[in-house]
């Protein structure tokens, strides 16, 4: 029993010395390599009203061809026990980078 206390808080400890993250985020999606500058604000979209199990995804910029393009919100489909993390924009070394959106418990 000890040793398998023993080897579950060395596996979390490894972990979190490695800072493992969830595979939706482990791979974020780079921009244009050296684009130096974060994308604009985000614009205003009015928020739908709710619809039964759908979740709104918001509207974000997605880098295209060196530049950002705004890519409108939309329904997805509802995750039971999970909730929606949205899209979001980083600075890098290399730049500003995207992190996925993705679902979480």
Do not use: D, I, S
């Amino acid at each position: 029993m000890k040793r398998q206390l023993l080897l579950a808080a060395a596996v979390l400890a490894t972990g979190g010395a490695f800072g493992l993250t969830a595979p939706a985020e482990a791979q974020p999606v780079m921009v244009a390599q050296g684009y130096g500058h974060p994308p604009p604000p985000p614009r205003y979209e009015p928020h739908p009203a709710a619809r039964r199990g759908q979740v709104w995804v918001p509207g974000h910029w997605a880098a295209t061809g060196g530049r950002y393009a705004w890519r409108g919100g939309y329904w997805q489909a509802e995750r039971a026990g999970y909730r929606y993390v949205p899209e979001r924009w980083v600075r890098g070394p290399n730049g500003w980078v995207m992190r996925p959106g993705h679902w979480v418990r």
